[in-house]
């Protein structure tokens, strides 16, 4: 059965956004690597190194997904300019990268406007 994507890539002006799709509704150890190979297909191509991701229908992550966020991040910082944040996390993810001190790291808004205008 051929792979389908789990992500849209679209461009907000100069930024680019991944938005995750309803089968990211929980990102699990079943489709982390897909979810992975499409963060980072996105990262690689963003030019200039602006990226938001959308997780605004994402209920659930584990820790595999958060290392797939660092990748990200590392990947993006290496780049002059480069900025990542986070849009539309539901209760139960901002508490993790809360807790574990991550939203430290990642700056997290509640819309893709509010990360946006941070971005300017």
Known sequence: MAETALTRVVKDG???VVVFGTKCKHIDELIVEQASREVMDAVL???PPQVILDLSVTEFFG???IEVLFRAWNRIQQKPGGKMALVGLGPYCREV??????DKLWPMHDTR???LSAMK
């Open 97 to 102: 990268l809360e807790i574990t001190h991550l």
């Open 14 to 16: 100069d930024t680019t």
């Open 63 to 65: 820790s595999s997904f």
């Open 113 to 115: 406007d509010a990360a």
């Open 45 to 47: 191509a963003a030019a």
